[in-house]
Nanobody
Framework: QVQLAESGGGLVQAGGSLRLSCVAS????????MGWFRQAPGKERESIAGIGFGGITYYTDSVLGRFTVSRDNAKNTAFLQMNSLKVEDTAVYYC????????????????WGQGTQVTVSS
């Protein structure tokens, strides 16, 4: 059972940047596909990006070119660099492990972090 902890959220003005981190509790992190999801108020949780254990990446269209996902297996950590943030990026952001990431999509696994709030002001 892997535990995940996100950090790095906060309040930022439109056009700004934030970097989210997701630290996993165990050393088998390198074997997991890591997904990033978000849930805005009144909306369903959506997959926005992911990185496979081999490094393959996925981005949904709304974040492609603005967000970058990466991982440091030595530190059991995944990252989501978010640039050119928009008001519509406001949401709780979650990392996920144990699912599947391909170039065309990401499916959630069983392990979720607690979420971190990202608020983008106009």
């Amino acid at each position: 059972q892997v535990q995940l902890a996100e950090s790095g959220g906060g309040l930022v003005q439109a056009g700004g940047s934030l970097r989210l981190s997701c630290v996993a509790s165990e050393g088998t992190f390198g074997r997991y596909h890591m997904g990033w999801f978000r849930q805005a108020p009144g909306k369903e949780r959506e997959s926005i990006a992911g990185i496979g254990f081999g490094g393959i990446t996925y981005y949904t269209d709304s974040v492609l070119g603005r967000f970058t996902v990466s991982r440091d297996n030595a530190k059991n950590t995944a990252f989501l660099q978010m640039n050119s943030l928009k008001v519509e990026d406001t949401a709780v952001y979650y990392c996920n492990a144990g699912g599947l990431v391909t170039r065309t999509g990401s499916v959630a696994g069983n392990f979720w972090g607690q979420g971190t709030q990202v608020t983008v002001s106009s």
